[in-house]
């Protein structure tokens, strides 16, 4: 998945969620920061909240069961993903992948996982901390290579 593809997603999500929440169009605009007119005209398809607002729908709306329904579960990881496209982070505490992800690599307390829905992958320490995540198995085994475990730092 890439930036465009998630916008356009999230674009079609967009009156779900509204719905979810029993916000109108009034106040979803409010909240969002966009015109009435505008929020009229991406639920139309014909406009798109774009990488910025599908952000900001995400993070306002994180407990949202569309959302996490359609993208499986906590949408930061992925967000982060889409965000810094392979750029290392500080690790960031998870619970472990013991919900929506499957384990496709293991050493000594190291994991690289797939999410089941988005199918993006991550890097954890022993520790259960986030050190990557991509949509690109290949960056992620290559950045496994240069600092998980046994690597030569």
């Known amino acids: 998945m890439d930036r465009n593809t998630f916008v356009a997603q999230i674009d079609a999500q967009l009156k779900l969620v509204r719905t979810e929440f029993a916000l109108t169009q009034e106040k979803m605009a409010l909240i969002l920061g966009i015109s009435k007119k505008t929020l009229v005209e991406i639920e139309k398809g014909r406009s ?22 359609a993208y499986g579960g906590e949408l930061s990881d ?27 690599r293991e050493q000594d307390g190291w994991r ?5 829905v988005s ?3 991550r890097i954890l320490n022993p520790e ?10 290949r960056e992620v085994e290559a950045f496994w290579q240069l600092y998980g475990p046994g690597a030569k730092n």
């Open 48 to 69: 798109s909240l774009g990488w910025s607002g599908a952000v900001t729908l995400c993070t306002l709306f994180a407990d949202s069961r569309v959302l996490q329904n």
């Open 78 to 104: 992925m967000l982060r993903a889409l965000a810094f496209q392979g750029l290392p982070r500080a690790p960031r505490p998870t619970m472990g992948g013991r919900v929506w992800w499957r384990t496709v």
């Open 112 to 116: 690289i996982q797939q999410n089941l």
């Open 119 to 121: 199918q993006h992958y």
């Open 128 to 137: 259960d901390g986030r050190l990557f995540s991509s949509f690109d198995r």
